[in-house]
Every structure is written in C-alpha cells, then in structure tokens.
C-alpha cells in the first residue's frame, strides 16, 4: 500500500512557525497536485494549500500571506511553510497527493497545536 509520509508537527505559541514535510514515493506517477489539508476536532477536512504540477498554487483565504507551500521534485516531497500561526490553526494535517489518473492518497496527519 502506497503511503505518504509527513513530519514536522508539534507544538508551538501563537506567532510561531512549523514547517510541514511529505515524503510522496516515486511509485505515485503523474502526480497532478500536492496539497496540505486539515481537520480540527468536530469540523470537516478543509485544503490549506496545494501546488500543481506546474507550481501554480493555491491557499485558503485563511492562510494566505502567512502558509507557503511548495515542493522538492529532486527530494519527491511536499512542503508547507506556516507562519504567523494562530490557536485557529490547531489541528490535525494530512498530506494528499492526486495524479493524474484520479488516485488520492493521503498521509497518516500530523498534529499541529498552536498555544495561545
């Protein structure tokens, strides 16, 4: 089974910055989109961000000039880049990848809890 593997989460005061990683295996081919989505206790998964295979992004207006995502082709992994970060931002985050052939896969979520 195909799994994505993330890192980075943890526990940080608001103001604060994390860098999220995600490992995508090079068994994923024509990969269409990368992204970061989130679920917070009691709300459904949102998308944070994502980035095509073109490097045309796209960000929650929640997130926006404060999370910057992007992605390594040489290291196959995905990144996100939150700064400014708010108790709001307090949840669990799941990589997702989509290619071409209309796979999802995700990541096992990592939690990032934003004290206040």
């Known amino acids: 089974q195909v799994r994505l593997v993330e890192s980075g989460g943890g526990l940080v005061q608001a103001g604060g910055s994390l860098r999220l990683s995600c490992v995508v295996p090079?068994?994923?081919?024509?990969?269409?989109?990368m992204g970061w989505y989130r679920q917070a206790p009691g709300n459904q998964r949102e998308l944070v961000a994502d980035?095509?295979?073109?490097?045309?992004?796209n960000y929650a207006d929640s997130v926006k000039g404060r999370f910057t995502i992007s992605r390594d082709r040489a290291k196959s992994t995905v990144y996100l880049q939150m700064n400014s970060l708010k108790p709001e931002d307090t949840a669990v985050y799941y990589c997702?990848?989509?290619?071409?052939?209309?796979?999802?896969?995700w990541g096992q979520g990592t939690q990032v809890t934003v004290s206040s």
């Open positions: 980035i095509t295979s073109g490097r045309s992004t």
């Open positions: 997702n990848v989509l290619s071409t052939l209309g796979y999802v896969y």
């Open positions: 090079r068994s994923i081919l024509s990969i269409n989109t």
